[in-house]
């Protein structure tokens, strides 16, 4: 991979930085959000960002972008536990929504807030990096102009704190 915002990601990964927690979701995620958890937006949004969600093509490129992300994830072995048995239509489904309520495309995320997603599983920083990677591919294989790729990351590198559990 090229050295890019690799470092960007690398430093958020290693602390701060770590992709779009998006991606353990398990088989039940899907019900509505507990009212009492007091873990942070998953879908904050942000309207700045809407000429970034252009630049993934609107919804229609941010569906493409998760399908493609969704066909890496099961192909890679470090990732491929984790979906394997979830319901791969709603987790897609979900990973843009996420992705087009923070950058501001208005969308609403119809998931669960990524510690309850995610408590079932035994994530380490390792897989969470390995998600960031494999998302990287998958951005670059839809052509994601660099920049934008950075803005998404961004916006989602904090939820790592929500999803690495092990």
Avoid at 37 to 57: M, T
Avoid at 66 to 77: G, I, K, R, S
Avoid at 138 to 160: E, S, W, Y
Wanted: one cysteine or more.
């Amino acid at each position: 991979m090229r050295i890019r915002s690799i470092q960007l990601v690398i430093a958020g990964l290693l602390g701060t930085v770590q992709l779009a927690a998006p991606a353990f979701a398990q088989s039940t995620a899907g019900a509505p959000q507990a009212a009492t958890s007091r873990a942070p937006n998953p879908a904050p949004v942000h309207p700045e960002l809407a000429d970034v969600f252009e630049q993934f093509g609107g919804l229609a490129g941010l569906t493409a972008l998760n399908e493609e992300f969704m066909a890496l994830m099961l192909a890679d072995p470090r990732l491929e536990p984790y979906f394997r048995d979830v319901d791969r239509a709603r987790v897609t489904r979900q990973l843009t929504e996420q992705f087009c309520a923070v950058l501001g495309g208005g969308c609403t995320y119809s998931g669960r807030d990524m510690v309850e997603a995610h408590a079932a599983f035994k994530i380490e920083r390792a897989h969470f990096n390995a998600l960031v990677e494999v998302l990287q591919v998958a951005m670059d294989k839809r052509g994601i102009p660099f920049r934008a790729q950075n803005k998404l990351l961004a916006v989602l590198a904090p939820m790592h704190r929500e999803v690495v559990n092990d």
